[in-house]
């Protein structure tokens, strides 16, 4: 254990990401979001065999037992993928990255649906508090009324943005599935190998030739996504998820300056003040699974004979 070494990946993760989405962004007027999605899903797996090569994992590291559990998990996150892309080109990258994080607050809600894991009060005033964060985030956009048609589609960006999050948070409950028969590199290439495939299905709605400037985003899009993921789940080797989750947030302030500085987008009082909300749900949520790993961690050594 190396908790500074894994706050450290994190923080490059998170940074790597945002770059992510900013190359994705960069390209949203002009690239259909299945395009995008085909070059981010595409490019990452080269890195991954790299990754796997300087591992010396290659012979055992994609082997899978699950194969239909990474079918869907590809499903659902490809989606996500998809629907955050789209809402991308709608919306400022400030006001994404925010809505995004109702994904660790909905995964609790759906771990408790399909996995049954146990939902107690604090952490429920948690989820609760977080998804007011978010309606507060979202409420501006949603002008039903507006006849202006820019309100309009950032109504829809905002609608989409909300749809991956919750595919977002379906996602992570295939994963906690599949981490009990697979490895972390297999989850991520297949889940590489199915965006890419589905993606492709989106062909006939208008794929088009990128410029060179929008190739080398698209490229770059795919790398950094395949890089970062990598860099995250390195983190979790050197430190546990209670010290390294709340470093996601960082992402927030990284999307602020990449939105004024690159957009020209400014973030709005009613946005900060959703995403402050949401951020102290994420944070109460944090703490809450530290609390209850050390009691498992407890009784698990009482349990444990002694001599």
């Not at 892309?85 to 109702?102: D, H, M």
């Not at 390195?234 to 990449?258: K, N, Q, W």
């Not at 749900?281 to 444990?304: P, V």
Request: glycine share 8%; with cysteine; net charge neutral.
């Amino acid at each position: 254990m190396n908790p500074l070494r894994g706050i450290l990946l994190k923080l490059l993760s998170v940074t790597i990401f945002v770059g992510m989405a900013s190359c994705v962004k960069a390209v949203a007027d002009t690239i259909p979001p299945g395009e995008t999605v085909f070059f981010r899903s595409l490019f990452a797996i080269p890195v991954i065999f790299v990754w796997l090569a300087w591992q010396h994992d290659l012979k055992e590291g994609l082997k899978t037992k699950n194969p239909m559990g990474h079918v869907w998990r590809g499903l659902v996150g490809t989606t996500a993928m998809a629907m955050s892309f789209t809402a991308l080109g709608l919306l400022p990258l400030p006001e994404v990255t925010a809505i995004g994080y109702a994904a660790p607050v909905l995964t609790v809600i759906f771990a408790a649906m399909f996995l049954g894991e146990p939902v107690r009060v604090f952490r429920l005033s948690a989820v609760v508090l977080g998804l007011v964060g978010v309606v507060v985030i979202l409420t501006p956009r949603l002008t039903v009324m507006s006849v202006d048609a820019a309100d309009k589609m950032e109504a829809i960006g905002a609608f989409l943005t909300l749809i991956a999050a919750v595919f977002a948070a379906l996602a992570q409950v295939f994963i906690r599935k599949l981490v009990g028969t697979e490895t972390t590199a297999a989850i991520v290439f297949y889940f590489s190998v199915t965006a890419t495939l589905l993606s492709l299905l989106t062909l006939p709605y208008g794929w088009v030739v990128p410029e060179l400037p929008e190739l080398a985003l698209l490229i770059m899009a795919g790398i950094f996504g395949g890089i970062a993921q990598i860099l995250l789940t390195m983190s979790y080797r050197f430190a546990d998820t209670s010290v390294i989750a709340p470093f996601e947030y960082i992402s927030i302030l990284l999307a602020v300056i990449v939105g004024y500085t690159v957009f020209g987008e400014v973030p709005t009082s009613t946005t900060l003040a959703g995403v402050a909300l949401v951020i102290l749900a994420g944070l109460i949520i944090i703490y809450r699974e530290r609390k209850l790993g050390i009691e498992r961690s407890r009784q698990r050594e009482a349990m444990t004979p002694q001599g």
